[in-house]
């Protein structure tokens, strides 16, 4: 069994920094890629950003630039540095990892105030 676990999510204005992490766990022998994708209400889930097994990564348009994602191969961490929020960015956000298999967090809300 795998067990992610998003953190960070929270409310802020616009133009405000939040940085998201999942921490994942169980039995967990090598992950390929770790990211993170969003759903807003009434849209359907969007990838925000991703990271291979190398560090290799890839960004939405819509957030080049003011994100950031990284992380951690030895702690099975990834991290979504967002600055510059937008009040577009309010959604759930949602940690994936693929072992190939893929794994899902329960999701973590992120609020952007105008």
């Known amino acids: 069994q795998v067990h992610l676990v998003e953190s960070g999510g929270g409310l802020v204005q616009a133009g405000g920094s939040l940085r998201l992490s999942c921490a994942a766990s169980g039995r967990i022998f090598s992950i390929n890629t770790m990211g993170w994708y969003r759903q807003a209400p009434g849209k359907q889930r969007e990838l925000v950003a991703v990271?291979?097994?190398?560090?290799?990564?890839n960004y939405a348009d819509s957030v080049k630039g003011r994100f950031t994602i990284s992380r951690d191969n030895a702690k099975n961490t990834v991290n979504l540095q967002m600055n510059s929020l937008k009040p577009e960015d309010t959604a759930v956000y949602y940690c994936k990892i693929t072992t190939p298999w893929a794994y899902w967090g329960k999701g973590t809300l992120v609020t952007v105030s105008s």
């Open positions: 990271i291979t097994s190398g560090g290799s990564t």
